[in-house]
């Protein structure tokens, strides 16, 4: 099968090479997918998990991509929940091979059944930015009714979904970015924006909840407008600033099948948009992530068309 490896993380993202490799077979409890689209965390090139296995040992050259959208193809023994022939998306395990390949073999829990009338492109787009969304929003932050959000990078992948879910849930999102996201941003539900190379940070009044994705001294700016009994949450790792009385907590996406359920179905009735930029082919992956143009939403490889 088709596959996108790297063996040098030195190289960063010119290292990847489109190689064939052997298709996988299903262990225990796995199922081997055929991958219809997939994505990609540009960041993945510096996660340990990428390089070594959780024993630390070098597992390279390793598969690229964890999200992906297909078709279940075959069941390993013990399998229970799904079936071959069955359409789903969801988010394969850090350090293991990965989804930008034509086949993968996964753990069954990871995935959660993508109904008919979603797109694959669509659902490959999701388990990472939704899930992100969701258990920073809800699982870590505890948002509730009525409470502001500052979201952070709210024309990104998982910025816009932070404030789509937030508003859904009857929160105040007050959006940051570059000048030309404004609209984007404002387009996914943001009531305010916040330029970050033009306008004051500080004069955001105080918020209950911070949406962190990019850490740095915008973190530290941010914890300072929080409410006394606030929430800084953060995807950039551990951080050393808190907010008064409250809590600052980093943490990293795990899967769910049921918030993937929650997830796909606010996709179907239409109060979650995804964001999606650029869909590309498996044999142009490697040249679309080498690419120096900046990223518009999520990059999505087509697998299969």
């Known amino acids: 099968m088709k596959a996108i490896v790297v063996t040098d993380q030195a190289a960063g993202e010119a290292g990847m090479k489109l190689v064939q ?10 199922v081997v997918v055929e991958v ?18 959780r024993a630390f040992r070098d597992r390279t050259p390793s598969i690229l991509g964890h999200e992906l959208a297909g078709v279940v193809t075959a069941l390993g023994y013990g399998t229970t929940g799904l079936s071959i022939g069955q359409r789903v998306f969801g988010l394969a395990d850090w350090h293991r091979d990965g989804t930008l390949a034509e086949y993968v073999a996964m753990e069954a829990r990871n995935l959660a059944p993508l109904p008919g009338d979603v797109d694959f492109v669509v659902g490959a787009s999701l388990p990472i930015s939704g899930l992100t969304a969701w258990q920073g929003l809800f699982q870590h932050g505890r948002l509730q009714a009525g409470q502001s959000v500052l979201a952070h990078g709210a024309a ?22 570059r000048a030309a996201d404004r ?30 994705v990019i850490g740095g001294d915008i973190q530290k700016r941010s914890a300072a407008l929080i409410r006394a009994g606030g929430t800084l949450v953060t995807v950039v790792g551990p951080t050393d600033v808190r907010p008064a009385d409250g809590l600052a907590i980093d943490f990293v996406v795990e899967t769910d099948r049921t918030q993937l359920y929650e997830i796909i179905q606010r996709v179907r009735d239409g109060t979650l948009r995804t964001n999606i930029g650029k869909v590309a082919a498996l044999d142009d992956a490697v040249a679309t992530f080498n690419s120096k143009e900046r990223r518009s939403g999520k990059t999505i490889i087509r697998v299969r068309a």
């Open 183 to 212: 609209q984007k941003a404002l387009d996914f539900g943001a009531n305010e924006f916040v330029d970050l190379d033009n306008d004051k940070l500080e004069d955001v009044d105080g918020v209950d909840l911070v949406f962190d």
């Open 21 to 30: 490799r052997p298709e996988p077979q299903a262990a225990i409890n796995d």
């Open 156 to 177: 990104g992948a998982v910025g816009s979904a932070v404030t789509q879910l937030a508003r859904e849930a009857g929160a105040y999102v007050i959006g940051t970015g």
């Open 36 to 53: 219809h689209a997939a994505g990609f965390v540009n960041t993945e090139l510096e996660w340990p998990s990428t390089w070594a296995d």
